[in-house]
């Protein structure tokens, strides 16, 4: 480990001068350190190298009793950790607690007053909402005895959200939370479709859905999704009861759709009948799941990612003590959606168990101008401030000296959700930042509860482009193909593992036991009768490098999953949806590396005999993904090929067609049944792409490395 507390600003001094490193240097500079400032180490909450000593393997797993005890609980637990039915490890066995007293009720006696959250609507000129504790006390009540006497849900029930960024949001998560009801909140970007996909999944009877929202200075009619979901839903043997819709505006209905008798009610409507309602906080195993958040996968089917009550609690409280610094008196700003991972834990769960202020921003980024975000900082006095690279990337584009126009100050600052490149990292950190903000760069996945990657941002220094070493009480290790370890400095990527559990860990695939089995810890279990968690390292399906001091830096999915601007799409639910086009006969999605949002899906189909390619046809699969899937999913181009590059047993490959978008290397075709068809493909698609100016640009090592391994999962 580097040297703990130099001076401030970055220096080149401390590399490690080792062969090895040399070696990864030919394609990667190793960057070098930048050290937090010493008032931002004078107020950290984790300041003391002690706590490293502290969260050490030989600590493991009492060391996180420190996290646990962070919360409040009805009945303290008997067993840190139980590994008795491995991979299904319980954390804090015979605990109970409740998640939405320790996020509110608890907070009352000390913040009553505190605002828990500061809502500011997309349109500038409309008021920006502040909820203090003791409001949000009143309305999560409230809405608990909605969704307990209207609705009738009792513990362990599940019911779906699709909402976007406003405060009914969390107001809703810990009202279900308090009945420990499971809730599964679909991002509201996400189509009625993949909405109704996940109703049906979660075998929620009740949906949470608003009328409409502000999207990029336009009201986004919401609530038609909640007909196409419960429709999608109904298919697949789903069936909703009651869909409760919040109302973006007082007074207004911002939908065209009709509402249903019987079915729709209006929420405001509903709560006038539990005005001042209390209801008590029902005390749950610490095991209990508490919600469900959906990912993709290699398949069709989307994983419901079962999270615990007690394990994640304590997890995203403690991480967000030490890694995020929250104090209380803080303005935390995580510019991220609470539909994703990051927002659940770190924009509800984490802040408000500390009890600090958490802010929720409506709108896009860039509107009405690349300067809003330092706007909202400044005015809100914002010290820790939380996004992703895309976002990064995309004000860097539009606004680069706009951070420099105002006033604020962050303390802090951390990136999430995929490798930041080191020129955007330095901007964020010298004109964002203004030199003065400690950044993490956390890695992690919805799978994980909280982070497993990051630097403890006044213990070790950062360094642009790597997550630093494992989290407090997080082994990662690099595998190989054959399971040997890959050694740190040896410039050569492998598998990134966790060697143990931790209390942030999912608990499950909702209803798919063995699939959870055989995608996280079937490829590198030791023995699948062993009790024993070292024979149970967590397969995280992450390339990446270890470099001398520990730090690690993640190169991007092994698997077929495409990182769109931080959000991992399916391959297969990206091929599927192309496929409801009638007239599709095969599709393949790819990834193109794309300098804003990391990376954009490349859509190849072929149509069934009789059909011809056209400007329409591809507008028509374009059309497909966004409504199965969601806007996010729009390929850059639909590319209408006459055949797709195939192994001789039918296997279409990917990476021929994902080396041809990106003007890269095809790879070996010599095992393909039609390798005529490559050059085929390649000069339709790469002549039109440099028609419309595309010409790509020269790939990393590890961006060609990822493009020639991609679909080598299938
Ligand atoms: C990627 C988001 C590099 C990674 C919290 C992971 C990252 C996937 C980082 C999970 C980071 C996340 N640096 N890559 N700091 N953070 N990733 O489930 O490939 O939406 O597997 O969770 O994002 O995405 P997910």
Known sequence: MPNERESAGPSNSDQGSEVSEAQIAVHWREEGYYYPTAKFIGQANASDPAIRERFSEEHFPECFREYADLLDWDQYWHTTLDTS?????????????????????????????????????????????????????????????????FCGLKAGDRITFHMPMVPELPVAMLAAARLGVIHSEVFGGFSGAACGDRIADSDSHVLVTIDGYWRNGQVSDHKVKADEAIARAAELGGRIDKV???????????????????????????????????????????????????????????????????????????????????????????FADI?????????????????????????????????????????????????????????????????????????????????????????????????????????????????????????????????????????????????????????????????????????????????????????????????????????????????????????????DVVNVAGHRLGTKELESAALTVPEVAEAAAVPVIDELRGRVVEMYVSLKPGYSASAEMEDKVSKALEIQIGKIARPKSVWIVPDMPKTRSGKIMRRVIAGISNFGEVGDISTLANPDIVDTIRHHVQAKKLAQGDVGRELTKEEREEIEAYGSAD
């Open 244 to 334: 409760l819709v919040w109302r973006r505006k007082q007074g207004e209905y911002l939908s065209d759709t009709p509402m249903v008798p019987g079915r729709d009610f209006f929420v405001d409507d509903l709560l006038k009948d539990y005005k001042d309602r209390i209801v008590e906080p029902v005390s749950m195993p610490a095991e209990a799941p508490l919600f469900l958040m959906y990912t993709s996968g290699t398949t069709g089917r989307p994983k419901g990612c079962q999270h615990s009550t007690g394990g994640y609690l304590a997890y995203v409280a403690g991480t967000s003590k030490f890694y995020q610094d929250i104090h209380p008196e803080d303005t935390y700003w995580c």
């Open 85 to 149: 039915n491995p991979p299904f490890w319980k954390w804090f066995v015979g605990g109970r607690l409740n998640a939405s007293y320790n996020c509110v009720d608890r907070h009352l006696p000390k913040a009553r007053n505190r605002a828990a959250l500061i809502w500011v609507p997309e349109i500038e000129s409309e008021e920006t909402r502040t909820v203090t504790y003791g409001e949000l006390y009143a309305r999560v009540n409230e809405f608990a005895a909605v969704l307990k006497d």
């Open 339 to 559: 539909g994703w991972i990051t927002g659940h834990s770190y924009i509800v769960y984490g802040p408000l168990a500390l009890g600090t202020t958490s802010v929720m921003y409506e709108g896009v980024p860039t509107y009405p101008d690349a300067g809003r975000p330092w706007r909202i900082a400044e005015r809100l006095g914002v010290t820790t401030f939380h996004t992703a690279p895309t976002t990064i990337r995309m004000l860097r584009k539009l606004g680069p000296d706009e951070p420099t126009k105002y006033r604020y100050s962050f303390k802090h600052m951390t990136t999430v959700g995929e490798p930041i490149e080191p020129e955007v990292w330095r901007w964020y950190y010298d004109v964002v930042g203004k030199g003065e903000a400690a950044i993490v760069d956390t890695w992690w996945q919805t799978e994980n509860g909280g982070f497993l990657g990051s630097t403890l941002p006044a213990l070790q220094p950062m360094k642009p482009g790597s997550c630093g070493p494992g989290v407090l009480g997080v082994y990662p290790v690099i595998y190989d193909e054959n399971g040997d370890e890959v050694p740190a400095g040896s410039g050569r990527a492998g598998n990134i593992c966790i060697r143990n559990p931790w209390p942030g860990i999912f608990q499950t695939i909702w209803n798919q036991p063995d699939r959870f089995v055989q995608l996280y810890y079937e490829k590198y279990n030791r023995d699948k009768n062993s009790t024993d968690w070292h024979d149970w390292p967590y397969f995280a399906g992450d390339g990446a490098m270890k470099a001398t001091d520990g730090y690690f830096r993640i190169l991007g999915r092994v698997d």
